[in-house]
């Protein structure tokens, strides 16, 4: 039996403006335009729930339009919205995405108030269904006082997912208790502009195991003990549309699979790369290609 997985975090709409030609600064830029579902937990929720993972979302839209498209299509993707916050009169968060012609974003531009109300308060109406989960997957969107408590909290498997440089202000000093932090080279920078350090600084805070996306040049994975510092290659890709969501993607793939096998980082890193590498190659946020096939028995 699949155990559940609970994605606390946001959900917001995903604007993404793509330029035909290169960006000129102070003018205006013919582009191509595309909006879907967003938000960093609600991405890892349906890419988890394409795999054929049970998975819970916890967040909060406004009673707006964008609300409630985004809640039925993360319920006909197979995710359980039941513990989202629905608040009246506020307007849904939004990202907008400005990519630049080859496909790597330019400009990341977040209006997100309602995430903020996901506080440690609000938090305790989903308090059961996160000590019965498997695993525990939390983005970095969240206001500090949720991500503290979530990791005294504790969980079999807590990730962290860091959703921007800016943000890694808000990791608390105390990390015993997170197994999993996924971030980005440029996040890992935010923390020490010595990466080996940084590293340092995040195992001894108490967290367990650092995955750090470098791009093209693959996948770093750190671990105090056992395996050390390695880094994986990436994977081939033939052309990358949208760079939008990988990140998403490479968490619910690592998180998927340590689930099944807690052991196998390496596994789980691989199956993490191979599911943002399919995302990096079509337009939308969540690769239609995944399922459940890609999972270990």
Known sequence: MVER??????????????????????????????????????????NLARL?????L???????LAGRALLEAAAASGI??????RLRGQTTDSYTALLQADGELAYGLAAMPLVERVNSWAL???RALRAEAACVILDGNLPPDAVASLIAEGSRLLAYVS????????????????NLLLLNRAELLALDPDPERALQQL???????????????????????GLGRQTLAAPPVDEVLDVTGAGDALAAGVCAWLCRRPDDLFGAARLGQHLAALTVQCEQSVSPQLSLQLLPP
């Open 203 to 225: 195992h001894a805070r108490g967290c367990q195991r650092v995955l750090v996306s470098l791009g093209t040049e693959g996948l770093l994975v750190s671990e105090p003990t």
């Open 163 to 178: 959703v921007s440089e800016p943000k890694m202000a808000r990791l608390p000093q105390a990390l015993a208790g997170l």
């Open 5 to 46: 997985i609970v994605c606390v975090g946001g959900i917001n709409l995903d604007r993404k403006l793509r330029p035909l030609a290169s960006l000129i600064r102070g003018s205006s830029n013919p582009c191509t335009a595309l909006e879907s579902p967003g938000g960093v937990a609600r991405n890892v929720a349906e």
């Open 58 to 64: 916890v967040g909060a839209v406004g009673d707006d």
């Open 124 to 126: 305790a109406a989903s």
């Open 80 to 85: 359980d919205v039941g513990p989202v916050l």
């Open 52 to 56: 054929g993972v049970p998975v819970s």
